[in-house]
């Protein structure tokens, strides 16, 4: 088997309080956004050594760097991706083979409508601009990239406040939505 490059996208969440979502549902969801990433970087990582070259792209998402109340079994996977994928650029440091998580913000896709999330008040990136940006982030070698600034300066929030600060600012951002009202 020879492969180029692996972009692992497939991915889902749900805007919920946790018990609000059956665990069939997020049990779902981890074997999405975790096992099978896990398993096709897995299954395609050796041939890219064997030839000492390809290119891996993990989408995780602007949540990966915090607990997402409200959101807290998705966010808790897309902070798998970012982790695995940073661990995994090290152990290639000293070979051709390029892994990056890319960690968007909302973006227009089907997700927010299957996530049950209220878009009312969000600001959502075309998906064009969030590929173009990520290829040319992918070019740079860069080991994860957050598409656009707004973005990049929130996902700073963790490194500038505690933890505990942190989880709040976060609900503060997703609690009303969550509960029927608007995206603040
Ligand atoms: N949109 C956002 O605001 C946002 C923000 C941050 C990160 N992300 C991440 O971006 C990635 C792409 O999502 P998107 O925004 O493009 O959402 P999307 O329009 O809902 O697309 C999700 C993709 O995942 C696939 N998928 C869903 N469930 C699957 C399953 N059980 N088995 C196999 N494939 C499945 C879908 O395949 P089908 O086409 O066959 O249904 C589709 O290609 C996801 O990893 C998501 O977590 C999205």
Known sequence: MSVDYLINNAGFGKFCEFSGESFETYHKMLMLN???????????????????????????????????????????????????????????????????????????SRFMENANADTSNMNLAPASKVVKSALAAYEKNRMYTVSGKINYVVSLIPRLFSRKRTVKIVVSMFKDNVLGKSLV
């Open 34 to 108: 975790v096992n099978a990433l896990v398993e096709l970087t897995h299954l395609c990582l050796p041939a890219m050594v064997n030839k000492n070259s390809g290119g891996i792209i993990n989408v995780a998402s602007i949540g990966s760097f915090q607990p997402l109340p409200y959101q807290t079994v998705y966010g808790a996977s897309k902070a798998f991706v970012l982790s695995f994928s940073e661990a995994l650029t090290g152990e290639l440091l000293d070979k051709n083979i390029r892994v990056m998580a890319l960690c968007p913000g909302t973006t227009e």
